[in-house]
């Protein structure tokens, strides 16, 4: 079940790879679990999380700060636009 290799703390992709250089595929390993199975309840958290944003885009309305507009157009430079920090206040729906 465990693994000893020569040098653990040493990056070597090629320790899994065959004298051809192909890729040896290990059923042991699975560093990210296995399909559904890596969370039980992923699809209770996305439902739990998508029930709690309806409900409060539903009893809000989200305005800017200072009666003004949103700054759209401002943005943090990079590998993707990001808009830039700015507030907003909750308003109670009726």
Known sequence: ?????????????????????????????TPFSVGKRACLGESLARMELFLFSATFFQHFEFLPENDGEIPVEEYEPGLVKSPKAFKVRAKERH
């Open 1 to 29: 079940m465990f693994f000893q290799f020569l040098d653990p703390f040493k990056f070597d992709p090629t320790r899994h790879l065959d004298e051809n250089g192909n890729f040896i595929k290990d059923d042991r390993i």
